[in-house]
């Protein structure tokens, strides 16, 4: 509904559709997976790479399935109770691809509050909220790489071969995933602290939100809008009141802690990025990995965020998209190829007497390659 995470139609867009796109689904079926199942999966990643494993608490008294006798706000969180023992998750989850992913997002609060537990409690939480958000999904860039569901049984060990059009249909779904979600992650709050500072009056919540998600996002509503809807109101993090910028800063942070504990663990090498490029870096039962990501979180938000992010990324104090251009550059170079045999521009364009056109933001500037139709803006606009 968002276009937040445009992976569920990837194969609209796959480099190469003569090649397979990886899908766990079929063998989480096959395999009789249950939510149970997935959080031990996901558990075990964690301890391989010397991490804490789930307290016995965590297990008694999480809620990792649909409740079938109450109603429920089934969007996953994950939860510190504070007395150093208690942490839980919350999410009805299903066996899906994308409910593996977040499993591990989930998990990845956790960890990082065990790892702070025995700070002051004023210091016992992320370096900053980006850094909360960043932790699991950083676990995940590792999990979701074929060679990583090959070696726990959810892709058959053909899926595992090098070949360049299976990773060109990888990192697109990828792409799709962590890219796409970039324009979507931003202007939440962009829309959200535009209001609060009386930017954006009460009669124009829903035009200004849709001429963010045009300009921003370069989508358009399925049908005509209106003051008389309140679309913001629908996203779980506006109703609920939860800060959305954190996961904007995770998407990108997350790629550079990728890309330090992949170097750490030999998985990377920045000198030879095509004998072993970073999207195919996996980091499962890596102890050096573990202990460098154990030191960052063991830090809560006890000192600045860029001290904390200097732990692991060898003195670089800056959030910068360099190491996501640089999981992405196979497919980058492939679009840019592909752009160009089809003539394609780049960016979108809003019509209707509005002479502005809408360039993307430069870190996304591949991504756009894509989108070639100028959109027919036809929402009266603010
Ligand atoms: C977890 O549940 C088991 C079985 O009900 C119980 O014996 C055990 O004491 C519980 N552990 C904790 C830490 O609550
Ligand atoms: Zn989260």
Redesign the pocket.
């Given at each position: 509904m968002w276009a937040q995470d445009w992976s569920n139609v990837k194969d609209l867009f796959l480099p190469c559709k003569n090649k397979p796109s990886l899908d766990i689904a079929p063998a989480l079926r096959e395999q009789n997976y249950t939510a149970e199942r997935m959080f031990r999966v996901s558990e075990e990643f964690f301890t391989s790479m010397g991490l804490s494993p789930m307290?016995?608490?965590f297990?008694?008294?999480s809620i990792i399935e649909k409740p079938k006798d109450r109603t429920i706000v089934c969007h996953a969180s994950a939860w510190d109770f504070c007395d150093s023992k208690d942490f839980r998750i919350k999410q009805c989850t299903d066996m899906t691809m994308e409910d593996f992913v977040t499993v591990h997002h989930e998990m990845g609060h956790v960890e990082y509050y065990i790892q702070y537990k025995d700070l002051h409690i004023a210091f016992r939480d992320g370096a900053n909220p980006g850094f909360h958000e960043a932790v699991g999904d950083v676990i995940s860039l590792s999990v979701v790489t074929p060679k990583h569901m090959v070696k726990i049984g959810l892709l058959s060990d053909s899926a595992g071969k090098k070949d360049s059009e299976v990773d060109l249909n990888y990192l697109m779904s990828q792409a799709l995933s962590k890219v796409a979600f970039l324009p979507f992650g931003y202007l939440i709050d962009v829309w959200r602290w535009n209001v609060f500072r009386g930017k954006i009056s009460s009669s124009h919540y829903n035009c200004e939100w849709w001429k963010l998600r045009s300009e921003v996002q370069g989508v358009q509503p399925p049908n005509i809008r209106s003051e008389e809807d309140f679309d913001p109101g629908a996203k779980y993090h506006i109703a609920a009141n939860v800060p959305y910028m954190s996961y904007f800063v995770s998407y990108i942070i997350q790629f550079q802690f990728h890309r330090a504990l992949c170097t750490a663990a030999g998985e990377y090498d920045p000198k030879n990025p095509l004998a072993k490029p970073l999207h195919d870096c996996d980091i499962y039962r890596n102890k050096k990995a573990g202990d460098l990501l154990k030191e960052m979180l063991r830090l809560g938000s006890s000192k600045p965020w860029p001290d904390v992010m200097a732990v692991i990324t060898e003195g670089n104090r800056r959030m910068d998209v360099s190491a996501l251009r640089e999981y992405f550059q196979p497919l980058e170079n492939w679009l840019r190829k592909d752009n160009k045999k089809h003539g394609a521009a780049v960016g979108w364009k809003l019509s209707k007497n509005r002479s502005y056109s809408v360039s993307c933001m430069s870190l996304l500037f591949f991504f756009c390659l894509q989108f070639t139709d100028v959109l027919d803006w036809s929402v009266e606009l603010c």
């Open positions: 307290p016995e608490k297990w008694n008294l």
